[in-house]
């Protein structure tokens, strides 16, 4: 190991981000010296960053996407998979509350499968286990496969039932493991990229799973393909799994240093030994704050720190109540049922024109991807939401214009498509524009919200209220529309919409571009709106006056 010790990295990392004059009051000499030796290490560590991308990390983005895939296609192909079954459960036609449930249970199953991987993912690195990150997804693999074959063999309602609960289980464990080891093992420089890969393959899998429903649709007993084939990425998976290597994190957690090196040695393929040891050294500190974090409380006590610290509370508030904003939109009722609702209004293959709908999604993903860092997540989020508001308003009154039979659930005249259905078709993709751009991806961002110490738990709670509030509208979607009409049903969306418009503007700070040490400073300042803005006014400040009087080049530590 090189001549720098743990405590320069810690005091030199400590001091990464940028402060302002007056915060900074180093009176110990020996404490600068160790400081900007600790600076060193940390520039030579991030050095790194400099070297291209290699295969191997690659690979770890492969993964990533098939994880993302799974979760976007076990949630999407349940439109095609209930709007084709027919009479193959419990020999007779599936009624819509019995579609609701099969698609709800998937959304409850991920709701328990994100507690369970979200405790036992840290727990893991403190108890004497040797089982690492990878070991959690390959129970997941497993979980995927045993519930696609569940669900294509069903001949009644309880076994798809199981088979979703399994599926829902593999998700919601997946969604949270998954950007977890990929956060350990890629370098920084593509981290960022990575998170929007694994958010483009979320909804690239329901993209797929569209096209597969489309596919199969004239096929006899179609459905079960489109569920059984939900297999072949988890196998995909599981194939790919051995060629990826053990967090490296997890390993030096555990005292495996040397593995470790082979580890980072592959990821930063050209990297000299002093970089490596800069950057195992900047993980075993890393390492070391997360055994203190661990060892510092039961999850009562986080969670008790997490609802009791009134600015950690806060976070909490901002954070879940965009995810729940993002579910109650009503977007997943169309993603889950467009299969239903486009054969309802009269459309013979309502697969393909669901995959417009998809397909928007998907695109929009892409675009929020690119714009967001630049434009920043609260005036993305403002300047998008009232437009899912004003296109949940016209479908609802499109709707008005279609001869819909509440009680039969279908059309009353059989003269094929409406012109308002197509209407309807217009302002949906409307709708998914503003969707998918804005709140659909950027609620998963907030984890930056909560403080390190409570950063685990905050996640959990935030991956749970997007599968809680997703179970509310998987479960309800179809009945609302029965007992509210298509057009009530809409227009209680586009008030939710307009709703979350003014939540955000009053309570969802700016934090892009603000350090995370920031990002807790804003949340002791009620929920931070004003002082978000001032904070990254005086930032820019800074930034431009050291821009104007150079920094003084930094001494080399012993
Ligand atoms: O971010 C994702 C994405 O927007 C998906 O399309 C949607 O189905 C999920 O519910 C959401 O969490």
């Known amino acids: 190991m090189s001549s720098f010790d743990k405590t320069s990295l810690e005091a030199g990392a400590n001091t990464k981000h940028l402060k302002s004059a007056h915060d900074v009051d180093f009176e110990d000499d020996v404490h600068i010296e160790k400081v900007e030796a600790g600076r060193n290490m940390g520039d030579i560590a ?25 979760f976007g296609y076990d949630t999407g192909v349940i439109s095609g998979a209930t709007a084709y079954m027919g009479s193959d459960l419990n020999n007779r036609p599936i009624t819509s509350n019995e579609k609701e449930l099969v698609t709800s249970l998937c959304s409850g199953g991920a709701f328990f499968g994100a507690i369970f991987a979200g405790n036992t993912a840290d727990r893991q690195l403190t108890q004497s286990t040797k089982f690492g990150r990878k070991m959690a997804i390959y129970i997941g693999c497993a979980l995927f496969i045993i519930g696609a074959v569940l669900q294509a ?4 309602i309880a076994q798809m039932s199981v088979g979703r609960v399994v599926i829902g289980f593999g998700v919601g464990a997946a969604a949270m493991v998954l950007p977890l080891y990929v956060a350990e093992i890629a370098p920084a420089k593509s981290r960022g990229k990575l998170i929007g890969l694994n958010n483009m393959s979320i909804t690239g899998g329901q993209v797929i799973s569209y096209a597969i429903g489309a596919a199969f649709a004239s096929v006899n007993h179609g459905w079960r393909y489109m569920v059984g084939l939900g297999a072949v990425p988890a196998i995909i998976l599981a194939v790919l799994l051995p060629f990826c290597p053990e967090s490296p994190r997890h390993l030096i957690y555990k005292g495996r240093e040397e593995e470790a090196r082979v580890v980072l040695k592959k990821i930063y393929k050209g990297a000299n030994d002093l970089q490596i040891d800069a950057v195992q050294l900047s993980i075993q500190v890393a390492c070391d704050q997360a055994r203190e974090i661990n060892d510092g409380g039961t999850a009562f006590s986080k969670i008790k720190q997490l609802h009791c610290v009134p600015s950690n509370l806060r976070a909490l508030i901002s954070a879940c109540g965009l995810m729940v904003i993002s579910q109650l939109s009503g ?111 950027t609620a998963w961002m907030s984890t930056d919200f909560f403080p390190l110490e409570v950063r685990a738990m905050g996640t959990m709670w935030l991956t749970c209220s997007n599968w809680g509030s997703n179970v509310i509208i998987s479960s309800c979607f179809l009945s609302m529309i029965q007992s509210m009409t298509p057009s009530g049903a809409f227009g209680f969306f586009a008030g939710i919409c307009g709703l979350g418009w003014i939540w955000l503007y009053f309570f969802y700070p700016e934090v892009s571009g603000l350090v995370l040490e920031e990002v807790q400073e804003v949340f002791e300042h009620g929920f931070g709106v004003k002082y978000a803005n001032n904070l990254r006014r005086e930032r820019k400040q800074i930034i431009e006056e050291r821009m104007k009087c150079q920094d003084k080049p930094i001494a080399m530590g012993h």
């Open 153 to 156: 063999a069903a001949y009644t």
């Open 46 to 70: 991030t050095s790194v960053d400099n070297i291209p991308i290699s295969w191997y990390v690659w690979m770890v983005a492969l993964t990533a996407s098939m994880a993302g895939l799974l």
């Open 331 to 441: 977007f997943n009722g169309l993603m889950y049922y467009s299969g239903t609702i486009f054969g309802t209004i009269g459309f013979s293959n309502p697969m393909a024109v669901g995959l417009v709908v998809a397909g928007t999604n998907f695109i929009m993903t892409f675009v929020n991807m690119m714009v967001i860092d630049t434009m920043g997540r609260r005036r993305l989020l403002l300047s998008t939401t009232w437009g899912m508001s004003a296109g949940m308003i016209a479908i609802a009154i499109a709707f008005k214009w279609i001869p819909f039979d509440l009680e039969s659930g279908t059309l009353e005249s059989n003269s094929g498509v409406p012109p308002a259905a197509i209407a309807v078709i217009v302002f949906i993709i409307w709708f998914v524009v503003f969707y998918g751009v804005s709140v659909g991806n």
